[in-house]
């Protein structure tokens, strides 16, 4: 149940870390823009120029969508429990493609893209972010858990291959819930994933 988020980063190399920052340092949960990048950078964070994120296939990506109207994802995320069952999860993300200047999607979005909740779960979201946001999807699998007495399995089930698709909201999400039980679920042609244990 703790927290933190940053968006609208330009320079910081890797804003996980900043986000990670704002939950342990700040009493706040989210930070954007210049202030976020200050509050990391008196953090220590590394900084970059923009061009350390340039990739030509994102761009020839990019560039093609323009055009086509073809939606691409670009998002990795990461869910984890000890053995105390403590759970964490966390998300980080460029983009959806073409999306418009000042656009924020799910990913820092508590609850929409990442939630991690001890005695439910833990979960972490890629797709189509205004869907995502709008279904509050993290946190929509999460409640059926501790509302509705799904299994965490179940309410991922419902809320990404009924809920979302049925709204036309591509995207899967990863999850593990309080016994270490891996869930996946998405609704998209493919999601590259994996999991590992102790073994
Ligand atoms: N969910 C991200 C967003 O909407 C995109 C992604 O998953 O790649 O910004």
Redesign the pocket.
């Known amino acids: 149940m703790q927290a933190g988020a940053v968006a609208g980063l330009t320079n910081i190399k890797n804003p996980i870390d900043a986000a990670i920052a704002v939950m342990e340092h700040s009493p706040h949960v989210f930070l954007i823009g210049k202030g976020a990048e200050e509050f990391a950078v008196t953090h220590g964070m590394d900084t970059v120029p923009q061009s350390y994120f340039f990739n030509e296939y994102r761009y020839q990506e990019h560039l093609e969508g323009l055009s086509e109207d073809k939606t691409?994802?670009?998002?990795v995320g990461a869910v984890a429990i000890d053995r105390n069952g403590n759970i964490a999860a966390g998300t980080s993300?460029g983009?959806?493609n073409n999306?418009r200047f000042g656009r924020v999607?799910?990913?820092p979005v508590i609850g929409a893209?990442t939630y991690a909740e001890n005695g439910i779960g833990g979960l972490s979201?890629?797709?189509?972010?205004?869907y995502?946001i709008r279904n509050v999807a993290t946190y929509d699998i999460a409640a059926q858990v501790k509302y509705g007495n799904e299994t965490l399995d179940e309410a991922g089930y419902n809320t990404l291959m009924k809920k979302l698709k049925s709204q036309g909201g591509d995207?899967g999400v990863i999850g593990l819930d309080s016994q270490g039980g891996v869930v996946i679920y998405f609704n998209t042609v493919a999601m590259p994933r994996g999991y590992i244990n102790s073994k």
Do not use: I, P
């Not at 979201?125 to 205004?130: I, K, P």
């Open positions: 691409k994802f670009g998002t993300t983009r959806m999306k999607g799910d990913v893209g979201a890629t797709g189509h972010g205004e995502f995207g």
